[in-house]
């Protein structure tokens, strides 16, 4: 099982961007599909993107179609998310989690097996 290891949250004004990175230990990061959920203060995690094992397949929320772009590379293990023209409501502690048993992302966060810790995007207005 692969351990899961967030970075690149910050604070930034609004249109802005930053680019997070989830690291991810072992050999057997190519068998898992990843996603990026995120919590705001007082609401639901919710589902933001997931990308299948190979890469070739991506889903996004509607929230951020055209403004993030999720990656990976299976040969640095790291899964990254581009977020560009970053809004207030992007505001949220955001988490990469891995799915070991399907090959295409859900977006449903009890698919997931493993979470990171979560790393903190604040986007000021």
């Known amino acids: 099982q692969v351990q899961l290891v967030e970075s690149g949250g910050g604070l930034v004004q609004a249109g802005g961007s930053l680019r997070l990175s989830c690291a991810a230990s072992g050999r057997t990061f190519s068998n898992y599909a990843m996603g990026w959920f995120r919590r705001a203060p007082g609401k639901e995690r919710e589902f933001v993107v997931g990308?299948?094992?190979?890469?070739?397949?991506?889903y996004y929320t509607d929230s951020v179609i055209g403004r993030f772009t999720i990656s990976r590379d299976n040969a640095k293990n790291t899964v990254y998310l581009q977020m560009n023209s970053l809004k207030p409501e992007d505001t949220a502690v955001y988490y990469c989690?891995?799915?070991?048993?399907?090959?295409?992302?859900?977006?449903?966060?009890?698919?997931?097996?493993?979470w990171g810790q979560g790393t903190q995007v604040t986007v000021s207005s």
């Open positions: 989690a891995a799915d070991r048993t399907r090959a295409l992302p859900s977006r449903i966060w009890g698919a997931y097996d493993t």
């Open positions: 990308i299948s094992r190979n890469g070739g397949s991506t």
